[in-house]
């Protein structure tokens, strides 16, 4: 099973096949509604958007986070919230800051994934619930953008190390394992 | 089982539930993975399965919730209690938030304000059922989002029959794919009012897996979905496989006669719950109880 280091590279991500098992390593930041709409919003207005957010790996998740003595941050618990709520969001997050990699839970759109084609992004899902597993692979919180939106919505920064397992679920041709899933169930059995 | 000493206040008794619930997974539920497992042979759903295995193991030994959706707790009172129950109920939840600790869920339906206590008008969530029994016993049912949002009301016609209710929880299920994180459990109302209809969908997911439903239909009906719904093909977490759902329960009441609702609400594999059962002798904990 590869090991990807992120930032990702357009050819890293065009290289990864369907229903193929992945960790990452490096950076990543969360992100879900609520950062998602302002970064859309700041971009189109013009304003500072953080700069971690540019060619990134965004996973849609809200941890539980406990802050240390120091005022620094640790994570508890940090598995994938449901993506299909930022469907409407991603088709143009993409391109904007020319995301590599999304990693959430229980697939996206047809329009996300046609964007996924177009621009060089991936699917990856993540075990929903997983949560203990998953926060041990965010080794390290680098930082918090945005914590006025509150726990769940802010965008928290990390250094992944061995974040995973990731299956390749909607790979950069636009092939997506959900409508796989979805073209071949059984209603009637 | 855990027989701790009375003069506990049920604040500190509402804590330790929802450690309970959120850091240990029911055992019933725990052995339904398991079995899963066993006769998984897609891939990429045994990859899930074990992810999901191992998560589990070590959110009990390191003491932290399973999940970070540690959802919005729904309470069940039943037998003697007072109207100061609540109170303790909502210094409890505010406690449990800041010391497993739980994700703040709680907001404000259009504001979207978070106080961060978990805490908020009509919070928290508690049923009272009140009965002539020597015992109190407090249930929670923490409720993720993921699970929550997929839930699904019918008010079918009567002619719609088993065959309308069966074609109605299929679609439900199916619909929501990979959203409320399966292998789920799904729970099923049938008959009541609207309202009542839900609530009972919701209740049938305290009722420990391994526990027969004592109705001969409702458990040809349960026995009948969970088949089918394994057939499927949606699998774990929606990405394939033979296990899209751990169990299946149902439960009944009279309705209107020009009525037939019907109910679904889903459990995520992370199907939390927790009880204790309060006597003049302690304090019992379990984590399954019909209802």
């Known amino acids: ?189 | 089982m855990t027989v701790i000493k009375l003069s506990e206040p049920v604040e500190d008794i509402v804590v330790n539930l929802l450690r309970l619930a959120n850091t240990k997974l029911p055992a019933d539920v725990g052995w339904a993975l398991e079995a899963a497992a066993g006769w998984e042979t897609n891939e990429v759903a045994y990859t899930q399965l074990g992810a999901i295995m191992e998560n589990v193991k070590k959110a009990e030994h390191l003491g932290l919730p399973m999940c970070q959706d540690t959802g919005i707790p729904v309470f069940y009172v039943r037998g003697r209690f007072d109207s100061s129950i609540a109170g303790e109920i909502a210094r409890g939840v505010e406690r449990a938030t800041k010391a497993i600790p739980l994700r703040p869920n709680t907001v404000d339906p259009l504001t979207r304000e978070n106080h961060g206590d978990n805490l908020g008008e009509g919070m928290p969530i508690i049923h009272y059922i009140p009965t002539d029994d020597d015992f109190t016993e407090i249930t929670v049912l923490p409720k993720g989002a993921g699970s929550e949002n997929m839930t699904r009301l019918a008010m079918l016609n009567p002619a719609d029959g088993v065959e309308g209710i069966r074609r109605f929880v299929i679609d439900a299920v199916l619909d929501a794919g990979g959203r409320p994180c399966p292998p789920s459990i799904v729970g099923i109302g049938i008959g009541g009012t609207s309202d009542r209809c839900v609530e009972m969908a919701k209740e049938t997911l305290l009722v420990p897996l391994d526990e027969e439903n004592s109705d001969p239909a409702l458990r040809k009906m349960e026995e009948d979905l969970f088949v089918s719904l394994n057939g499927s093909g949606l699998g774990p977490m929606g990405l394939g496989g033979s296990t899209t759902v751990l169990g299946v329960k149902v439960r009944k009441c009279s309705c209107h006669t020009a009525s037939l609702p019907v109910a679904v609400n889903i459990g995520c594999w992370a199907t939390r719950r927790a009880s204790a059962r309060i006597t003049d002798h302690g304090v019992e904990y379990s984590q399954g109880v019909r209802l």
């Open chain 1, 1 to 189: 099973m590869r090991t990807l280091q992120t930032p990702l590279s357009e050819e890293d991500v065009r290289s990864l096949k369907l229903g193929e098992t992945v960790y990452l390593s490096g950076p990543i930041v969360t992100g879900r509604d609520e950062m998602h709409i302002r970064a859309l919003e700041y971009s189109e207005e013009g304003r500072d958007v953080p700069e971690c957010l540019q060619g990134s790996v965004i996973f849609h998740c809200g941890p539980i986070m406990r802050q240390r003595d120091d005022g620094s941050w640790t994570v508890v618990a940090a598995g994938p919230t449901t993506s299909a709520r930022m469907n409407k969001l991603e088709p143009e997050m993409i391109p904007t800051f020319n995301i590599r990699a999304i990693v959430g839970k229980g697939g996206m759109s047809r329009e996300t994934a046609e964007a996924m084609r177009d621009y060089g992004c991936v699917y990856l899902a993540a075990t929903g619930g997983a949560a203990v597993s998953l926060a041990e692979g965010l080794d390290r919180c680098v930082g918090c953008e945005w914590e006025d939106l509150g726990m769940a919505e802010a965008m928290w920064r990390f250094e992944a190390k061995r974040f995973g397992p990731l299956i390749v679920a909607i790979d950069a041709e636009g092939n997506s394992l959900y409508d796989r899933v979805s073209e071949s169930l059984v209603r009637d059995a």
